[in-house]
């Protein structure tokens, strides 16, 4: 059963990625999360495809690009270019979703759709047999280092279930308030696309808390069916 960490580098000093990422590879990072804004959908800016392009030129494990931004059409395919191996977008500003999600895998990404805390599973339901991982965040998009919404932990369940009921084996990817103290309980859940930002690069040691996160995480996968 595949359980994967995504270190989120807005947390890491933007003028140090390359050994902000590197760190976390030590740790065993298995994606990089990279946040997108553009100061509409969510307030700050952040960085767009030429960083992107960069960040993959160090980046040993694939990256997962993640769309905070009001027209995702008019740049996926500029973040596939640059080098996104997954491409996750927002249901909340996307009216033809199922267009948007096969216009990522077209690309050859892998297409994520979001939901924001507010947002209710449903929107999905009709394109749950199309997408390849669901994203649900755990805080209101926008910044780094927010609290974990509880709620989130029932929202994990219920994709997982909507997820299995189209009979799509799809991860469910779970962004927001991530620390060693919950990780565990979303992982029980569903979740199997663990992002976390301050827990690792506000950490004193990225590559210990990147080892210590994914422990966490692992010890609380279903231990496997034993045969008899
Ligand atoms: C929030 C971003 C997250 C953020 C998570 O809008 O989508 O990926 O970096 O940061 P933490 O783990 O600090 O909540
Ligand atoms: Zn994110």
């Known amino acids: 059963m595949s359980l994967l ?14 050994d902000a990422i590197a760190a976390a590879e030590r740790g065993g990072a298995d994606l990089i999360h990279v946040d997108v804004m553009d100061g509409h959908f969510v307030p700050d800016i952040t960085i767009g495809p030429p960083v992107v392009r960069s960040i993959k030129r160090v980046t040993h494990v694939p990256l997962d690009v993640h769309l905070m931004i009001t027209d995702p059409d008019r740049y996926i395919e500029a973040f596939a270019d640059a080098g996104a191996a997954m491409i996750s977008v927002h249901v909340e500003v996307l009216p033809h979703l199922h267009r948007t999600v096969h216009a990522i895998q077209a690309l050859g990404a892998k297409a994520g759709v979001v939901l924001n805390p507010s947002t209710p599973v449903v929107a999905l339901e009709q394109i749950a047999g199309d997408v390849d991982f669901v994203l649900v965040m755990s805080v209101n998009p926008g ?15 219920e ?11 799809a991860s469910v990817e779970i962004d ?19 992002v976390a ?19 966490a995480a692992l010890g609380a996968l279903p231990s496997p069916a034993v045969p008899r």
Do not use: C, W, Y
């Open 197 to 215: 930002g301050s827990a690792i690069f506000h950490a004193p040691d990225t590559e210990r808390a990147t080892r210590e996160l994914k422990a």
């Open 159 to 169: 994709v997982r279930a909507m997820l299995d009921r189209a009979g799509n084996s």
């Open 143 to 157: 910044f780094g280092g927010q609290t974990f919404i509880p709620h989130s932990e029932s929202k994990v369940r």
């Open 5 to 18: 960490i995504a270190p989120s580098i807005l947390s890491a000093d933007f003028a140090r990625l390359g």
């Open 176 to 194: 927001g308030g991530i620390d060693q103290q919950n990780v565990g309980r979303v992982v029980a859940a569903g979740a199997r696309i663990i």
